[in-house]
């Protein structure tokens, strides 16, 4: 299963560890790996800590204490890795300069690079509490010929009629997922680019836990996931649209 013109804008994959694992000493080493691949430092406030449960809500942290999330950009601002205390997450992101979307394998196998990286640095891969993938579709409305945020003929989650003017749109969904340990989210929202132009953005995160689990088989799993409940989402009109097929 596969589509040749996907509206991806972004894919994440990360891993988080039991506590603050990743030193300053240990991201001050990591950089001297990677600056010149990654030349870029920003510095952003940290992300909280999330363990997804399967019939609980989530339950969500933030390390104590004066923490900051770490960004290493590459030069067109594709690939970012961002490091905190108690997570990495690797970002592959679509920019005028990269229009076409690598696929899954590629950028999981730069994740693991870097996984492997830090790990020789500061031991983290047997911390691992929680894994994750996230994918971040931009829909263009005017690739569909919609001038309202109307997702008929787009996306199939909601008994929205065609008349409907919608002022905007948000939905937030969550699948309990046992093979993964974890539970699927999915937000879709309607949203206004700087040039006024209209658009759809789904995230569709896959989060959970190891529980004996090879990481090669994890990440898999998910990834297949989240394709299994895109395609089921979208309507046979956007299937066409982003060239789906089942090769």
């Not at 603050?20 to 001050?28: G, L």
């Not at 394998?105 to 790990?119: C, G, I």
Request: charged residues 25%; aromatic residues 10%.
């Amino acid at each position: 299963m596969k589509f040749t013109n996907a509206p991806i804008k972004e894919v994440v994959i990360g891993a988080q560890f039991n506590g603050r694992i990743i030193s300053n000493e240990c991201i001050y080493r990591f950089y001297d790996l990677i600056k010149n691949k990654f030349p870029i430092i920003k510095e952003n406030h940290i992300l909280p800590a999330i363990i997804e449960k399967l019939d609980i809500p989530s339950e969500t942290k933030i390390l104590p204490g004066f923490n900051s999330r770490k960004f290493f950009i590459n030069e067109n601002g594709s690939k970012l890795i961002q490091l905190q205390g108690d997570r990495l997450l690797f970002n592959w992101k679509k920019t005028d300069l990269n229009e076409e979307y690598p696929h899954f394998d590629t950028v999981y196998k730069e994740f693991r690079l870097v996984l492997n990286e830090v790990d020789m640095i500061c031991k983290i891969i047997d911390k691992i509490n929680q894994v994750e993938v996230t994918y971040l579709d931009h829909v263009l409305l005017s690739d569909f010929d919609k001038q309202t945020f109307n997702p008929l003929n787009i996306f199939s989650l909601l008994n929205i009629q065609e008349n409907d003017n919608l002022k905007h749109l948000k939905v937030e969904l969550a699948y309990p997922v046992a093979d993964l340990n974890g539970v699927l989210n999915i937000n879709l929202t309607s949203a206004t680019k700087n040039n006024d132009e209209k658009i759809f953005v789904l995230e569709s995160t896959c989060r959970g836990a190891l529980n004996g689990k090879n990481l090669n088989t994890w990440y898999e799993s998910a990834h297949q996931i989240l394709l299994n409940r895109f395609r089921s989402i979208i309507t046979e009109n956007a299937k066409q649209k982003w060239g789906f097929s089942n090769e």
